[in-house]
């Protein structure tokens, strides 16, 4: 649903009244084909998308994948093609590349991250941090290259951070009317608190009540540390200004995620093209 929603947007910002070029100089009943060519190496994402633009334009598009969501791509591979009346070609041209340049990018990147932890127990997290309006699709890519999905948004898990701890009173506080809510509503959250410090790592698992523990802002030695002393009793995160140049230092921490908010709002576009066959 709301990648239709996303799809109708992106039509409506930029097809207006009219593809006035495509309409000025080509006959409606013209025939074509196109075809994505990937002028750089990296990981592919958003051809199940692409597919889902041209349909929405015309459900009679010709549509043919040669390659699929996930793959490593060279320069000069050809993702797909797509074949039929021209004025929809070119009306879904944009849409098309704006979704699968952002999209492989975001693959290409979170694939940089797994790939550095591989032997380790730890998995790569997105983050909010994602372009409005574009989530579901930033969060795809990243399941694309390799990563897992943190939360959606804010209704689908509870993620007690430092200022809902502040605004609470307190890391005990907070857990507790956080639980009291869940009880209350009957809704069934999985409950995360974050952490600045031994000492709060200390009091949550003297409260306990949550399923997982965010070590924000640790090197990686005091997030041994911390793992060491959580000894498996909760689940454990890393986050906060991770790089490709830390992170494996804190995966051979023990840690069990390490969330990194670059994936989806540092990225670089991949480069690709669309091209008449």
């Known amino acids: ?9 992106a039509i409506l910002e930029d097809i207006g009244d009219g593809d006035h070029s495509s309409l000025s ?7 074509g084909e196109v075809q994505l060519m990937v002028k750089q190496q990296g990981v592919i994402a958003g051809i199940e998308i692409a597919e889902k633009v041209y349909t929405k334009f015309d459900a009679n598009i010709h549509f043919n994948r040669f390659i699929a969501d996930g793959a490593e791509v060279n320069f000069g591979d050809i993702a797909f093609s797509a074949k039929g009346k021209v004025h929809s070609l070119l009306q879904g041209e944009r849409i098309v590349l704006n979704i699968m340049q952002r999209m492989s990018g975001i693959a290409t990147q979170t694939s940089q991250y797994v790939d550095l932890i591989k032997g380790t127990k730890a998995k790569i997290l997105d983050t909010r941090k994602t372009t409005p309006g574009m989530r579901i699709l930033d969060k795809m890519a990243v399941k694309i290259g390799g990563g897992e999905n943190h939360r959606m948004g804010l209704y689908d898990m509870i993620m007690l951070k430092d200022n809902h701890v502040d605004f609470a009173g307190g890391i005990a506080q907070a857990i507790d009317k956080a639980n009291g809510y869940l009880k209350r ?5 999985d409950i995360e608190v974050e952490t600045r410090n031994l ?3 200390k009091q949550v698992i003297a409260i306990g009540g949550v399923k997982r523990i965010m070590l924000d802002n640790f090197t990686p030695a005091k997030t041994a540390e911390a793992v060491e002393l959580i000894n498996g009793r909760f689940e454990t995160e890393s986050s906060g200004g991770i790089t490709l140049k830390t992170i494996r230092a804190y995966a051979e921490t023990g840690v069990d995620f390490i969330s990194v908010g670059a994936l989806t709002h540092q990225i670089k576009s991949l480069d690709m093209n669309l091209k008449k066959v």
Request: proline share 4%; hydrophobic share 40%.
């Open 1 to 9: 649903m709301l990648i239709e929603k996303l799809l109708e947007i």
């Open 25 to 31: 100089c080509i006959p409606d009943t013209a025939q």
């Open 185 to 189: 509503t009957g809704k069934q959250l």
């Open 199 to 201: 000492e709060e790592i």
